[in-house]
Nanobody
Framework: QVQLVESGGGLVQAGGSLSLTCLVA????????MGWYRQSPGKERELVAS???????NYADSVKGRFTISRDNYKNSMSLQMNSLKPEDTAVYYC?????????????WGSGTLVTVSS
């Protein structure tokens, strides 16, 4: 199994940038897709961006062209560079990994990091 720890959240003005990092510990070789999700008050958790082991990425329409996801398999980390932030990007951001080794296969989550974008 794996453990995920996010860092890099904080307060930023609209138009600014933040970078989030997720450090991964444990059986990292058994991780397939990783991603960032976010959840704001009163809303469901939603996918922001994902990246597979080959580096193929997927983005929510709301962040395309502004956010960039990356993954460093040697450093066991994943990052999310967020530019041109908007107040509607305010949320708790969660790191996600899909662990594919039986019998503990499934979704693993970090505890989240808060991003607040002021107008």
């Amino acid at each position: 199994q794996v453990q995920l720890v996010e860092s890099g959240g904080g307060l930023v003005q609209a138009g600014g940038s933040l970078s989030l990092t997720c450090l991964v510990a444990g059986d990292t070789i058994s991780i397939s897709t990783m991603g960032w999700y976010r959840q704001s008050p009163g809303k469901e958790r939603e996918l922001v961006a994902s990246i597979d082991t080959g580096g193929s990425t997927n983005y929510a329409d709301s962040v395309k062209g502004r956010f960039t996801i990356s993954r460093d398999n040697y450093k066991n980390s994943m990052s999310l560079q967020m530019n041109s932030l908007k107040p509607e990007d305010t949320a708790v951001y969660y790191c996600h990994a899909y662990y594919q080794r039986y019998p503990r296969e499934g979704d693993y989550w970090g505890s989240g990091t808060l991003v607040t974008v002021s107008s």
